[in-house]
């Protein structure tokens, strides 16, 4: 006879709770999958701060930044949900992209959070072209540096 399969507690990609063999109240892992993939689908977060909002809204998705504070303390980095009153917090996984709506840009993780820094624009005169290209690689370096930009070909 073979030994029965042991699943994890949690899905591998975004770590939804799943539900075990026996687990009483089942509808409270299964809402809060739910409503943890109804926050992430749209990958955006309202804003990248350090402490929740005075008012915070069911469903509302921050990046926490350091120093995080108050019930957020000890989630630096993590994505903050608001579900059922509370917060859960999701860890990122490499590669992760999200749009910060409060800042207007994407950020990626990339073992951190990464955004791409606009590049100095060409200010004109006799060294145009020296400034030009300076901004041109300036540009490839924020687009790699963001992945819109693949490093190597496929």
């Given at each position: 006879?073979?030994?029965?399969?042991?699943?994890?507690?949690?899905?591998?990609?975004?770590?939804?709770?799943?539900?075990?063999?026996?687990?009483?109240?089942?509808?409270f892992?299964?809402?809060?999958?739910?409503?943890?993939?109804?926050?992430?689908?749209?990958?955006?977060?309202?804003?990248?701060?350090?402490?929740p909002?005075?008012?915070?809204?069911?469903?509302?998705?921050?990046?926490?930044?350091?120093?995080?504070?108050?019930?957020?303390?000890?989630?630096?980095?993590?994505?903050?949900?608001?579900?059922?009153?509370?917060?859960?917090?999701?860890?990122?996984?490499?590669?992760?992209?999200?749009?910060?709506?409060?800042?207007?840009?994407?950020?990626?993780?990339?073992?951190?959070?990464?955004?791409?820094?606009a590049?100095?624009?060409?200010?004109?005169?006799?060294?145009?072209?020296?400034?030009?290209?300076?901004?041109?690689?300036?540009?490839?370096?924020?687009?790699?540096?963001?992945?819109?930009?693949?490093?190597?070909?496929?």
């Amino acid at each position: 006879m073979s030994d029965p399969i042991a699943l994890a507690s949690t899905s591998p990609t975004i770590g939804l709770p799943l539900l075990i063999p026996g687990q009483a109240q089942k509808e409270f892992f299964v809402n809060q999958a739910l409503c943890l993939l109804d926050a992430l689908h749209p990958r955006t977060v309202t804003a990248s701060q350090p402490a929740p909002p005075q008012s915070p809204t069911e469903g509302d998705c921050f990046r926490v930044t350091a120093p995080a504070a108050g019930a957020w303390a000890g989630y630096t980095g993590t994505l903050a949900v608001r579900i059922g009153g509370d917060w859960h917090f999701v860890a990122p996984r490499e590669g992760m992209q999200v749009f910060d709506l409060s800042a207007g840009h994407a950020i990626v993780y990339r073992s951190e959070w990464e955004s791409a820094a606009a590049p100095a624009e060409p200010a004109g005169g006799t060294i145009i072209d020296t400034q030009a290209r300076a901004a041109i690689t300036s540009l490839i370096q924020a687009l790699l540096a963001v992945g819109i930009l693949a490093t190597e070909a496929p």
